[in-house]
């Protein structure tokens, strides 16, 4: 099963980025979908995760107020807008599929990973 992943690239400090991630209705609907990153030598952490309706959203510390997530169930797709990027946000960016007790923070709460797309924050 394949997410694509897409939208990264090289932004300046306190620039901004759109993530996006289109999964197989199959995999999208009626499912959470998170955001992970993991940065060079660090393990991947949580970034933000959205209930199936999209009504409901939750976010790690590090980026919370910086970083939107959304989805649009009709196009099978989530997004991650992202503002006031650091250096420190510098990450390969995944999304996935999770479940489970919400909020699904947990990476063994998600079971089908996209291919990730590389973020860049540098002057």
């Known amino acids: 099963v394949q997410l694509q992943a897409s939208g990264g690239g090289l932004v300046q400090p306190g620039g901004s980025l759109r993530l996006s991630c289109r999964a197989p209705?199959?995999?999208?609907?009626?499912?959470?979908m998170g955001w992970f990153r993991q940065a060079p030598g660090k393990e991947r952490e949580f970034v933000a995760t959205?209930?199936?309706?999209?009504?409901?959203?939750y976010y790690a510390d590090s980026v919370k107020g910086r970083f939107t997530i959304s989805r649009d169930n009709a196009k099978n797709t989530v997004y991650l807008q992202m503002n006031s990027l650091k250096p420190e946000d510098t990450a390969v960016y995944y999304c996935?599929?999770?479940?489970?007790?919400?909020?699904?923070?947990?990476?063994?709460?998600?079971?089908?990973w996209g291919q990730g797309t590389l973020v860049t924050v540098s002057s």
């Open positions: 996935a599929r999770g479940g489970g007790i919400w909020p699904a923070r947990q990476l063994n709460q998600y079971h089908y």
């Open positions: 959205i209930s199936w309706s999209g009504g409901s959203t």
């Open positions: 209705r199959m995999v999208f609907r009626r499912n959470v």
